[in-house]
């Protein structure tokens, strides 16, 4: 059987080719119109306040993405909080940080807890403790 990719970068398409983009655009070409409006003495309140929506929405549009990946980042820690407790009776150790954790989430059942106790005791970042992993367990919700 073919091991699955590992670590595939993913898009959510609506978001980073549709929304960013426009916005983006919307904020050059707002600019490129105030400049204009500058250059010739004729801007008004209305140009200005086209650049400040255009900057204000692609604010919101990155800080949207930050709080959805901060959401995924909650809940992947309580679901391998729980698949810990589950394959051991026990808690993580309290050493772990939401990243290790994060990448311990593709680590398959029967190496969980034994990763789980190194990465704590030797402190492996993300990097090490993927390399480490032999049966991977993709994520496919991920985005």
């Not at 994060?102 to 680590?107: D, M, S, T």
């Not at 991977?136 to 985005?143: E, L, N, V, Y």
């Amino acid at each position: 059987m073919e091991q699955p990719q590992k670590f595939k970068l993913r898009f959510d398409w609506p978001h980073h080719f549709v929304a960013l983009p426009l916005s983006l655009i919307l904020l050059i070409a707002s600019i490129v119109h105030l400049i204009g409006t500058l250059r010739d003495g004729q801007a008004t309140s209305p140009d200005w306040i086209l650049v400040g929506l255009a900057l204000t929405l692609l604010l919101a549009l990155l800080r949207m993405r930050v709080y959805a990946t901060k959401t995924q980042d909650r809940i992947v820690r309580i679901e391998e909080n729980f698949r810990y407790y589950r394959l051991t009776g026990r808690e993580p150790d309290k050493r772990l940080s939401v990243a290790q954790i994060i990448a311990l989430r593709n680590a398959g059942d029967t190496e969980f807890p034994a990763l789980c106790a190194r990465a704590a005791e030797e402190n492996w970042d993300a990097e090490r403790i993927r390399s480490e992993i032999k049966h991977f367990r993709p994520d496919t919700m991920r985005i």
